[in-house]
């Protein structure tokens, strides 16, 4: 998983702090335990989906209907 592949997130090329790594490992592990998907890929998608409807909760953004 990510903390294993310290190279993954220049793949990307983004730099992700160590703190941030560990985090996403943590989520990768629960989400293989929940028979969800793992992928760095998947974690940041799930990320900006759950901070996209935090910001139309509060308000801060409307919702975009697509």
Do not use: W
């Amino acid at each position: 998983m990510v903390k294993d592949h310290p190279d993954a997130p220049k793949q990307f090329g983004i730099r992700i702090s160590d703190e941030v790594m560990e985090l996403v490992a943590e989520i990768q592990e629960y989400r293989k335990l929940n028979s969800q998907p793992f992928t760095l890929a998947a974690v940041v998608e799930s990320a900006i989906q759950c901070h996209y409807a935090r910001l139309v909760k509060e308000g801060a953004i409307e919702e975009d209907v697509l």
